[in-house]
């Protein structure tokens, strides 16, 4: 009995050591130890196609593996470009009708010619479709049902190997986004600039079409596109229409990034697709991480690249540090070979509070701030200042605060007989509504301050964006010591009755105002936001009718001019006012393009047209910027958008996370970033010391009463002993 106790004793005290050890982790201690990233995702990637994929969640991981020929720098403001596979800057040729080179100021250029140079050190990631035989075969360009049957992976196949990066990689993948079947988003766009793209996707696409039929690949290597050629191995050239220089932005995205054949024609084998093995699964580039993990309902995980190309951290001199504003923490790696860490672990997170439960205990390194938590990370100064929390100070996380590329506003439809039209009275009844939509109270409500009241369509950030006065929009704003005012309700019920409704009736009818809001706020959280656009549109006398639908329904209101009134908003494609400006450019009306323009309001001025037409193909002169304040003024004036609200990101980042700039163009930002485990490991033990008093109180009360069922049994013994005795 008593070596019964002992035994009971020991798995007790063994039960208590192992809960001490283990604590509340979701990685185990050697894991946690490693030079590796710990971050989430909110909704599973569905393309990582880069032809393909258009989705912010998608490109955080797209961005790390592959590699278009430019890149944003990670540090510079304004944003920069930068070469990335290239030796240097693209060469910019300018021709004529006749394609012969003159000068880029003659106002007779009809093309542009872009040569691009590749360095000749940037190695794809290893991988199965690059193994070949002797004879340039590829191994497994066939693969029969016995190795299909024996995989789940592609990285299962056992061999495998890289090959150098080819100038016609760039050219095939241009050739892939051309072919309907793969669904590019931005196909159309690029169709209009690039020569010959539009001829060569309406054949091609009738080309992949027959190749299905008969169940053959397609292989895009023998045919051509006018405007797009392979020079040499390092070198190719594009050639766009006119002068658009915007068009090197596009080059920084994952739609241009190099596909090489032997990859394409390796994943269009019908056997590995009914594997789900494909370029949305196992994506294969040359940047400095390669997916190593897709579980895209539980984790995904990125590890170094072995085989990527030297790259240093960016330096910075003086003037560019002050122009920029960059702190000096950010510059302690200048110089350094990239990347830092070895391997990033991201885990599925659907919900805001468990997240932000785990990134409190040190489990993940950064993390955004939901409206939940938001008052225990901020606090909001009286001047709207914003900074954080004392406990969040003491835990050492840093706020990192910037306003993004974006904006949302509320559009009138310029084809409505009521809100739209040019007149003067239209114009006004339009401006006062402006001025009553008080966006300060609505960022103080409905965004926890997260937001800045915008004053056109151009954000901070953007070329012709402006600070203070000059930046003001003064149909809606005063300026008064120092700062903005918003105009009061009693110049907007002026302007309202010179429209031909004061006090929100309409002297035509004796009837009251009443207009039209298309939303897709159906759910319960959305009643507070509707009833405080009622309640804006009130302190004019108008009455505002909401109606909600789906977004399908939504969207196809909008393109077809069936709306009044509506909320919209816009992200940056790449960091130039025309991208921007186009939304509002007469040519690109949804109701005159059967819903495939972007300008949703369907504004028209030719003042504007003129001018968009003119700056859209400048470079970022003095001369570009005067234009665009003339655009600027003309739509405020007019008033085709409540100009609404610029927002702000907001993200904290614990002390070992380093090297974390606000970047909001840049994709490929995690080679940058550092990770110092050490300290991470030490918090995160402090910070989870697990309550160990009840286990010990429960192994004292088993032992206890271990010892009394000992001294009833040694006392049954006794009297057994005894018994026998007599």
């Known amino acids: 009995m008593r070596s019964v106790i002992n035994r009971v004793f020991i798995s007790l005290l063994c039960t208590v050591s192992l809960y001490a050890s283990v604590w509340n982790s979701p990685y185990n201690r050697e894991e946690v130890k490693q030079n590796t990233l710990f971050s989430v995702f909110s909704s599973p990637p569905k393309h990582l196609d880069p032809v393909r994929s258009y989705n912010a969640n998608e490109w955080s991981f797209l961005g790390q593996i592959y590699e278009p020929p430019l890149q944003y720098n990670y540090l510079k403001k304004p944003y920069t470009l930068e070469p990335l596979t290239l030796e240097e800057m693209p060469e910019e040729i300018f021709l004529d009708a006749d394609k012969k080179e003159i000068n880029g100021s003659d106002a007779n250029v009809s093309y542009t010619l872009y040569r691009f140079r590749l360095r000749d050190d940037v190695s794809y990631r290893e ?32 061999k495998q190997t890289s090959r150098k990066l080819k100038a016609a990689d760039y050219v095939y993948a241009i050739k892939r986004m051309a072919v309907r079947q793969y669904h590019s988003p931005i196909l159309d766009m690029m169709m209009q600039y690039i020569v010959g793209l539009k001829a060569f996707s309406e054949k091609i696409t009738d080309v992949a079409k027959e190749k299905h039929q008969r169940g ?18 390092h070198t190719f050239e594009i050639l766009v229409k006119g002068k658009y220089p ?3 932005y596009w080059m920084s995205m994952n739609f241009f990034a190099p596909i090489p054949w032997e990859v394409d024609l390796f994943y269009q084998q019908k056997g590995l697709k009914a594997k789900n093995i494909s370029f949305d699964t196992y994506p294969v580039g040359t940047g400095a991480y390669y997916l190593a993990k897709n579980d895209p309902n539980h984790r995904m995980v990125l590890k170094r690249n072995e085989n990527f190309h030297t790259e240093y951290y960016p330096k910075m001199d003086a003037k560019e540090v002050e122009a920029s504003g960059v702190a000096p923490d950010l510059l302690k790696d200048a110089g350094k070979k990239l990347p830092f860490i070895d391997e990033a672990v991201y885990t599925l997170e659907k919900e805001s509070i468990p997240l932000w439960n785990k990134f409190l205990q040190g489990y993940y390194d950064a993390s955004g701030i939901s409206s939940e938590a938001f008052d225990q990370a901020v606090q909001i100064g009286s001047g709207g200042d914003m900074g954080l929390s004392e406990s969040m100070k003491q835990k050492g996380i840093r706020l990192l605060s910037s306003v993004q590329p974006s904006i949302f506003y509320m559009a009138f439809n310029m084809v ?43 954000p901070p950030g953007i070329f012709g964006y402006k600070e203070g006065k000059e930046g003001t929009n003064f149909v809606v704003y005063d ?40 939303t897709t706020a159906t759910g319960p959280d959305d009643r507070a936001l509707m009833d405080w656009r009622r309640k804006q549109f009130e302190k004019l006398g ?19 001019g069936k709306v009044q009134i509506f909320s919209w908003g816009w992200n940056a494609d790449y960091p130039d006012p025309e991208n921007f400006l186009f939304l509002l450019y007469g040519g690109n009306a949804v109701v005159d393009t059967n819903g495939a323009g972007i300008n949703s309001s369907n504004y028209k001025n030719p003042a504007f047209d003129r001018l968009f037409n003119e700056i859209k193909s400048m470079p970022n002169t003095p001369q570009r910027l005067e234009k665009i304040e003339k ?24 002390s070992w996370f380093t090297n974390v700039a606000t970047n909001a163009m840049a994709n490929n930002t995690l080679k940058y970033k550092r990770i110092d485990p050490k300290l991470r490991l030490q918090k995160q033990e402090q910070w989870n010391q697990p ?31 005894i018994k026998e005795k007599k």
């Not at 009463?705 to 000992?710: A, K, N, P, R």
């Open 127 to 158: 991988h199965p479709a690059f193994v070949k035989e002797a004879n340039s075969t590829l191994v497994y360009g066939n693969l029969d049902d016995a190795t299909l049957s024996a995989i789940t992976s592609v990285y299962d196949l056992p």
């Open 216 to 233: 053959e690949r397609l292989d895009l290597r023998p045919y051509h596109i006018e405007g797009v050629t392979v020079v040499d191995v």
């Open 246 to 248: 915007q068009f090197l």
């Open 416 to 458: 409505d007989p009521i809100v739209g039209g040019y007149s003067e009275q239209a114009k006004k009844l339009r401006q006062a509504i402006s001025i009553a939509q008080n966006q300060e109270e609505y960022i103080s409500i409905f965004m926890n301050e997260r937001g800045v009241a915008a004053q056109g369509p151009i």
């Open 479 to 518: 300026w008064k010591n120092g700062k903005r005012v918003r105009k009061s309700i009693d110049i907007a019920k002026k302007l309202l009755a010179e429209a031909g409704y004061p006090e929100g009736v309409s002297q035509k009818t004796g009837k009251r105002l009443k207009l039209y809001f298309d």
């Open 542 to 560: 108008i009455e505002l009718v909401i109606r909600a639908t789906d977004y399908n329904r939504f969207q196809d209101k909008v393109r077809k």
């Open 631 to 654: 655009m600027l003024q003309i739509v405020r004036e007019d008033a085709p958008w409540v100009w609404g609200v610029y927002p702000k990101s907001l993200a904290l980042v614990h």
């Open 691 to 721: 309550v160990t008093a009840p286990l010990y109180l429960f192994v004292l009360t088993v032992l206890l009463l271990c010892l009394g069922l000992y001294y009833v049994y040694r006392k049954h013994q006794s009297s057994v002993i």
